[in-house]
């Protein structure tokens, strides 16, 4: 909304300025330098800033970071929507989205190489409260050495995710863009539940995060549960907490309408599963509605989460949001 509101009032400005034409040189250089001074205290004021992390420390930014290391894929597809690709200096190997973060130094995988971080010395590292404890003695020497380690929340819900863009914009400056982004996010999740309203018989979806033979789905209290329950879905493990392993027969007892297969590190998820003995019968798999779904959409809770539901959505209910 900012966003619209500020591009508002340019055109006006501008509109003003034609009116204005017949205006001395002088004057409208005086005006520039007024309006550039004006934009200049504008970011000034936006630092310093500091903001509690999800270990509750209080981080302090006092100017807007050059440069930025981002150890979650998550941050760093917030970081890149915010704008701020530039001024990525360091990422990890699991961050592989946008195309951009291909050309971007890496600083580890799921273990972070320390020393590599020093060595890039950023202005800012977005670290994740899902390593924070693992890590603690790593951020301390991250610390140590000059660089602020801000620790972002792990979100589970929706407002969780709009939070997490909101901070990362404080953090880096980039608010306006920040809030656009979630007002966006929000319209379109909106424009979802709305067709999602429409359903009077709910599916029961299966949802498999690894396949066979040690098989995981997703339970109650996860994110993918709210996602089906925000697109007027059943969970058919939802009796079921967190990520829990689950044997064939439970799969075969519950007959899924739908089973969706969120792992793309075998070949054909969806041929694998259909070819298990005993599961021709299911009812996914006689009205073949066993479908794939790339696992970043739905897994990370960042800028594409929307995108995630509504693949979820196509998936379950085709008839409805397809057209």
């Excluded at 420390?57 to 290391?69: A, C, D, L, R, T």
């Excluded at 329950?229 to 007892?253: C, F, H, K, R």
Aim: charged content about 25%; some cysteine; proline content about 4%.
């Amino acid at each position: 909304m900012r966003q619209k509101f500020y591009a508002l009032f340019v055109l006006l400005v501008l509109s003003l300025g034609i009116l204005a034409g017949c205006g001395s040189t002088t004057e409208k250089a005086e005006d520039n330098k007024n309006t550039e001074g004006q934009t200049e205290q504008s970011e000034q004021a936006a630092f310093p800033v500091t903001i509690k992390d999800a270990l509750d420390n209080e981080v302090v930014i006092e100017e807007e970071p050059k440069s930025i290391i981002s150890l979650m894929p998550s941050n760093t597809e917030i970081v890149y929507a915010l704008g701020l690709g530039e001024k990525v200096v360091g990422l990890t190997t699991n961050d592989t989205y946008p195309e951009e973060t291909a050309d971007v130094e890496k600083v580890g995988d799921f273990t972070v190489d320390i020393e590599k971080v020093i060595s890039l010395n950023p202005d800012l590292v977005l670290a994740h409260e899902s390593s924070a404890a693992s890590s603690e003695a790593g951020f301390q020497q991250m610390k140590d050495a000059g660089i602020t380690v801000f620790i972002v929340n792990d979100a589970v819900n929706y407002d969780d995710v709009y939070n997490t863009i909101d901070v990362i914009g404080q953090l880096t400056g980039a608010t306006e863009k920040a809030d656009a982004l979630t007002e966006d996010m929000k319209t379109k999740l909106d424009e979802i539940k709305e067709k999602a309203a429409t359903i009077t018989e709910k599916k029961k979806v299966y949802i498999e995060i690894s396949p066979a033979p040690d098989i995981y789905t997703v339970g109650k209290n996860t994110f993918m549960d709210v996602m089906l329950q925000t697109i007027n879905a059943e969970n058919a493990m939802g009796d079921l907490e967190g990520w829990p392993s689950v044997d064939q027969e439970s799969i075969l007892e519950r007959n899924p309408d739908v089973i969706i297969a969120t792992y793309n590190y075998v070949e054909d998820p969806a041929g694998q599963i259909t070819s298990r003995e005993g599961w021709a019968d299911l009812t996914a798999v006689k009205n073949k509605q066993v479908v794939e779904v790339h696992p970043d959409l739905v897994n990370r809770p960042g800028p594409r989460l929307v995108e995630g539901v509504e693949e979820l959505a196509k998936a379950v209910y085709p008839e409805v949001f397809t057209n």
